[in-house]
């Protein structure tokens, strides 16, 4: 079992930063991959990140060189968030899929964040 937590959203002004952060724990050395979503207004969830345990990364290109995500040693998972726009108005979620057959991944509660004037 993984339990996910985000945490780090709020409001922030255009050109603004925050830095979001999800808290792991449970069965930590099954996670496969960990991930950023984002749900904004009128959109479907989409892929903003991905790490896997391996290293690799990638991005959704509308975030590519502003955003980075990154975990330490004991599977903190944090996304950088840099140079804010109003198009990133979003609720952000924590997900983890697990090396266990059949997993269908694991979802924090979201975190919302508006980038707003």
């Known amino acids: 079992q993984v339990q996910l937590v985000e945490s780090g959203g709020g409001l922030v002004q255009p050109g603004g930063s925050l830095r979001l952060s999800c808290a792991v724990s449970?069965?930590?050395?099954?996670?496969?991959?960990m991930a950023w979503y984002r749900q904004a207004p009128g959109k479907q969830r989409e892929l903003v990140a991905r790490?896997?345990?391996?290293?690799?990364i990638n991005y959704v290109d509308s975030v590519k060189g502003r955003f980075t995500i990154s975990r330490d040693n004991s599977w903190m998972l944090y996304l950088l968030m840099n140079s804010l726009n109003p198009e990133d108005t979003a609720v952000y979620y924590c997900?983890?899929?697990?090396?266990?057959?059949?997993?269908?991944?694991?979802w924090g509660q979201g975190t919302l964040v508006t980038v707003s004037s």
């Open positions: 449970g069965s930590i050395f099954n996670i496969d991959t």
């Open positions: 997900n983890a899929v697990l090396v266990v057959r059949g997993d269908q991944g694991h």
């Open positions: 790490i896997t345990s391996r290293g690799s």
